[in-house]
């Protein structure tokens, strides 16, 4: 039991060591659609999940176009999802939702987790903070460097509500 542990431990290592490596490197941007990328990683991560998890997607017909390193927002939003399926742990209503906002783009991921408390809205972004059990608390600090030294966007927690679950928001400007 141990042992399986330390593998899945090492597999992790290996894994954050890999985006790390990643991130040292300056990551290369192409013009793509924010709303089919954003499919992708739902559809990925919408088959690999407990089926306790109800997914809801609304998204625009139309296509909208960002400069966009795709390996790594498909990261970022993996790991949204990802925590938000931890904070409702395993089962509830996971939503994503994009919103075009005058040259920019709005990504919001919501659950229906735990909720955060609002001193807690700019901490979680910060190395090493963590309300998990076992985590590393890397996930969100490299989503926000990601998102904001990257893409020069913008990752915030929307709104969130103790019991009844967070929004997390990205913004992102839209290229014709």
């Known amino acids: 039991e141990y042992l399986e542990e330390i593998e899945k ?17 300056l990551p290369t941007f192409e013009k793509a ?7 992708l990683s739902f559809d990925y ?3 690999r999940s407990s089926k306790l998890v109800e997914f809801e997607i609304a998204v625009p017909e139309q296509k909208i176009f960002v400069n966009l390193n795709k390996q790594l927002y498909s990261w970022t939003i993996e790991n949204l999802v990802k ?3 931890d904070a409702m742990k395993g089962k509830g209503k996971l939503g994503i939702e994009i919103i075009p906002a005058n040259k920019e783009i ?11 408390q609002k001193n807690q809205y ?11 059990k076992r985590g590393w608390g890397l996930g969100l600090s490299l989503a926000k460097r990601i998102v904001e030294e990257f893409h020069g966007g913008k990752i ?3 709104h969130s509500e103790i019991g009844k679950g967070t929004t997390m928001q990205i913004t992102l400007k839209t290229v014709d």
């Not at 659609?33 to 499919?39: A, F, S, V």
């Not at 709005?106 to 955060?116: A, E, F, M, N, P």
Request: aromatic residues 6%; hydrophobic residues 35%; without cysteine.
């Open 45 to 47: 991560l919408k088959a």
């Open 9 to 25: 431990d090492i597999s992790r290592l290996q894994t954050i060591t890999d985006r790390f490596s990643k991130i040292g490197s």
């Open 156 to 158: 915030k927690v929307l």
């Open 83 to 85: 925590n938000g399926i």
């Open 33 to 39: 659609d924010i709303i089919e990328e954003t499919l």
């Open 122 to 132: 700019q901490a979680i972004f910060e190395p090493g903070y963590t309300t998990k």
């Open 106 to 116: 709005k990504i919001q991921v919501t659950d229906t987790g735990k909720g955060l």
